[in-house]
């Protein structure tokens, strides 16, 4: 055996030493705990703080955004090629009668069942979800 093929495999037998030799670092002992993100479908609640958004210029449409924890959106949506699934989510008032509702909680907590959801679409959409149906639960 040569002396560079020997110096070789001594450098590589110095680096597997001290990969054995070094503890492993977990996720939770670097603070790294991932979260399980839990699913919106269908009926389930969504709880944050409604904002009132800016429409395109010339439009008179009222759009809404709530914020949330990460949830997982059912199928084929998934987490809206998101690490963590969506957070924040577009509230479509469809009638004038939802646009006034979510008019008055602007600022506020508030909870609403969640019937319809899908990830965002539309280039220079602000929200990462948009939700088509829903009904407002609470509001604190």
Sequence with gaps: MTKRRFGKRLALGAILALMLATPAVTAQETGAVSKQVKLISAGGILSGELNALRGKAGERVATYQLTSEPRRLPPPN??????????????????????AQLKSLIGK??????DEVACAQDAGQMSEAVVTKWSVVTHH
């Design 109 to 114: 907590e508030i909870s609403i069942r969640v």
């Design 78 to 99: 998934g987490l809206c090629n998101l690490e963590t699934g969506p957070e924040t989510f577009q509230i479509v008032a469809n009638n004038d009668v939802q646009a």
